[in-house]
């Protein structure tokens, strides 16, 4: 079945700092998601990424789509203590019918402050 | 903003009863989605339910577990008979169509979750 990774699973940095995740799918994706859960919350939805090398900005963030539709990244610029969470990408098949979303391992981000 | 809602937050159950989760999606929503997160792992995908019928559901749906809408808000998850690996966080969430009636490339929204501890 299909496969998301994430690395690292746990990142610890210093505020002000930059953090990255990296997301691999076992298969062509025809989407990507990226969701926050804080600590004790439920996922939220930051962005979709559709195209094939697709780079989207929110703010520090900065979201990729590889040119292969198999993998992503997340990059936060100068991290703040609000970043703290973890971080899943989330992946959609081709194909009717593949409503569902795919979540990776997801990458647990604390900051120290 | 619209939310997706659960009831209960968290449900204690002795193993081998029935236990059922409740949801609301947000009202204009067509898609509903049940997920469950192990505590400290990652999301995983139940089952999804459009037009009033499963339209995809994963290996973990076994038998055990049923889905229904039974009015137009209401969106429930039935586990038959517990075990004590059910113990889980359980997600709804519900997306949309876009203008052209597709689902694809919607993001979905998940309510704030019922902890579910099996004993």
């Known amino acids: 079945g299909q496969q998301v990774m994430q690395i690292p699973q746990y990142q610890h940095v210093q505020e002000g700092e930059d953090f990255t995740t990296y997301c691999n799918s076992s298969?062509?994706?025809?989407?990507i998601q990226w969701y926050k859960q804080r600590p004790g919350g439920h996922p939220v939805f930051l962005i979709q990424?559709?195209?094939?090398?697709e780079v989207k900005k929110q703010k520090r963030l900065t979201f990729q789509f590889g040119e292969a539709k198999k993998n992503s990244s997340l990059h936060i610029t100068a991290t703040q203590t609000t970043d703290v969470g973890t971080y899943f990408c989330?992946?959609?098949?081709f194909g009717l019918g593949n409503e569902k979303l795919t979540f990776g391992t997801g990458t647990r981000l604390t900051i120290i402050p | 903003e619209p939310e997706v809602t659960q009831t209960p937050s968290h449900q204690v159950t002795q193993m081998g009863q029935e236990v059922i989760l409740r949801c609301v999606p947000i009202s204009n929503h067509l898609y509903f989605y049940w997920y469950r997160q192990i505590l400290g792992q990652k999301v995983e995908f139940l089952v999804s339910?459009?037009?009033?019928?499963?339209?995809?559901k994963s290996e973990i749906f076994d038998d055990q577990f049923s889905v229904e809408r039974p009015d137009g808000s209401n969106f429930t998850l039935k586990i038959r008979s517990t075990k004590l690996e059910d113990s889980a966080m359980y997600f709804c969430?519900?997306?949309?169509?876009?203008?052209?009636?597709?689902?694809?490339?919607?993001?979905?929204?998940f309510g704030d979750g019922t902890r579910l501890s099996i004993l």
């Open positions: 990424l559709v195209k094939s090398g």
């Open positions: 969430a519900s997306s949309p169509r876009d203008s052209k009636h597709r689902l694809l490339n919607q993001p979905q929204h």
């Open positions: 339910f459009y037009n009033n019928e499963i339209s995809e």
């Open positions: 989330a992946g959609r098949r």
């Open positions: 298969t062509t994706l025809s989407n």
